[in-house]
């Protein structure tokens, strides 16, 4: 009788282990599908066109979420001066940000995720935004002219 037990726990348990591992397949399967439609509307090559949501997506993710309340409401070029901004004066953006983060969200800012930040915006920067700083540029040049 206590074998009989036994192996109907036995049988009970490799069933919960194999529903366990079909749940973890299908959340796999989830979160990648949700990766791919993140991607799908990140236009990595033109940030200046990015709005507020496809920036709370991009900083979802990159794994940047301690950044969300940072940059709520910030657009791409928002976001690409906040960028400017730390590559120009590390130290002081730093510390500015991990101020504004403490004390009016009450979280903290490791300087992993800062510095993972800095290098993410980089990667954006390295795509393409050379081009796109130099269309703007040509752009507000023109526009000026046209006023003068």
């Avoid at 979160?31 to 496809?54: A, F, G, L, Y």
């Avoid at 001066?81 to 002081?92: A, I, Q, T």
Wanted: hydrophobic share 35%.
């Amino acid at each position: 009788m206590l074998l009989l037990i036994t192996i109907n726990d036995y049988f009970r348990t490799q069933k919960k282990v194999e529903a366990d591992k079909e749940n973890n397949e299908d959340a796999k399967k989830e979160d990648q599908s949700d990766h791919d439609e993140i991607e799908e509307k990140i236009n990595m090559n033109n940030i200046i066109s990015w709005n507020e949501t496809v920036v709370r997506d991009f900083l979802t993710k990159k794994k940047l979420s301690d950044f969300l309340p940072l940059c709520n409401g910030l657009n791409g070029e928002e976001l690409l001066d906040l960028y400017g901004m730390c590559k120009s004066n590390s130290v002081s953006m730093y510390s500015s940000l991990k101020f504004e983060l403490l004390n009016i969200h009450e979280k903290v800012l490791p300087i992993s995720t800062f510095l993972h930040f800095v290098s993410q915006l980089r990667v954006v920067d390295d795509n393409g935004l050379l081009l796109n700083r130099y269309i703007r540029s040509e752009y507000l040049d023109e526009n000026s002219q046209d006023e003068e």
